[in-house]
């Protein structure tokens, strides 16, 4: 392996420790990247032998309710024989991670970069892999961060949707009053507007905020039957918070051409309570997404936040609206030339 090559894998693997989109176990590195599992085995050994980038290390066991557990304690206390099990495979199960940004979440900010910036800083040694993967990045103050733990617990009420079985948690309400429920979960959405990620039990009126649920759902047995609910059945093909009674599905398809790991991560993840309706596969070098959605305003609106890397095919009516406002854009940038002397 070329010198470029290497530099440019090791970029990739970095960004993926450092999403917070990923489960970064050790097979899931190795099969997103395309390597050998030894590989991603000896490169998180010399992270951790790195006396600056151990710092930036964590290790968790997801089987581990024991939150002081810390892998770095535990290669200090054995080095040799925690250096042995990591290469033997038996962190695989791992989830970890490398946190390497200097501002909190509160100060990230969009860098706009001019092209002489742009080429400024790339003669300083930054590759194209690492800008593409997170070293210039963007988080809008106006969306709120999906973390891990509420990623969980949307798969955990996916599945029990599809399975029609209950589910417990744990509930701090707007008063900060901590609330027990228990029910049949229904109608998953999530709020394109604040991103916020919302869910109905089929046993009472309430609707329920996901980051709201104060600790992992759990599946409830023998609750008793699934209750008869009587709603329109294209309520299903909602997209985010968008439905009115009479409307009908509409079928989309969108090509996604930016096919780096992270990308492709964060796109799953949010269509991951839509699996029983869409279908995502790879097509040659790009991505396919196909879906009936009801709610095309709000499914505008999440293709706007990917930029570039989407493009739509279907619907058509979309697809002109959104070239014909890009034409408008273009129009207006080249109409400002007349305007540099003011």
């Not at 309710?65 to 200090?76: A, G, K, Q, R, T």
């Not at 800083?121 to 194209?128: A, V």
């Not at 990045?137 to 733990?149: G, L, P, S």
């Not at 029990?160 to 429920?181: L, M, P, V």
Request: aromatic share 10%; net charge negative; glycine share 4%.
């Amino acid at each position: 392996m070329d010198n470029k090559k290497t530099l440019e894998l090791i970029s990739d693997i970095i960004a993926l420790l450092n999403s917070e989109e990923y489960d970064a176990t050790i097979p899931a590195i190795a099969e997103s990247c395309n390597i050998p599992i030894e590989y991603v085995r000896k490169f998180i050994l010399q992270l951790v032998k790195n006396t600056i980038l151990s710092a930036c290390v964590t290790g968790e066991d997801p089987a581990s309710y024991n939150s002081d557990n810390n892998f770095i304690d535990e290669y200090l206390d054995d080095e040799e024989g925690v250096s042995t099990n990591l290469l033997q495979g038996k962190y695989d199960h791992y989830l970890w991670s490398i946190k390497l940004k200097v501002l909190s979440l509160d100060e990230d900010q969009l860098l706009g970069l001019t092209a002489i910036e742009y080429g400024a800083i790339q003669s300083l040694g930054e590759t194209d892999t690492s800008f593409r993967h997170g070293a210039i990045y963007e988080i809008k103050d106006n969306v709120t961060k999906v973390e891990k733990n509420i990623r969980k617990n949307q798969e955990l009420i996916q599945t029990a949707i599809n399975n029609h079985t209950a589910i417990s948690f744990s509930y701090k309400n707007r008063k900060g009053i901590i609330e027990n429920h228990i029910g049949f979960p229904v109608n998953l959405a999530t709020s394109i507007a604040d991103n916020w990620i919302y869910f109905e039990l089929a046993n009472n009126n309430s609707t329920y905020r996901l980051d709201r649920v104060t600790d992992t759902i759990k599946a409830v047995k023998n609750f008793g039957p699934f209750p008869e609910i009587e709603e329109n059945p294209n309520k299903k093909y909602m997209w985010g918070s968008y439905f009115h009674e009479d409307a009908a599905p509409e079928h989309v398809k969108i090509v996604i051409s930016d096919t780096r790991p992270n990308m492709i991560q964060k796109i799953q993840n949010d269509i991951r309570h839509r699996k029983e309706l869409c279908s995502f596969y790879k097509q040659g070098d790009v991505y396919i997404y196909e879906d009936d959605i009801i709610g095309i305003p709000e499914f505008q609106r999440w293709i706007r936040g990917y930029g570039s890397s989407i493009q739509v095919i279907e619907p058509s009516y979309l697809r002109k609206d959104i070239i014909d406002k890009a034409r408008k854009t273009l129009a207006l940038y080249e109409s400002a030339e007349a305007w540099k002397n003011l």
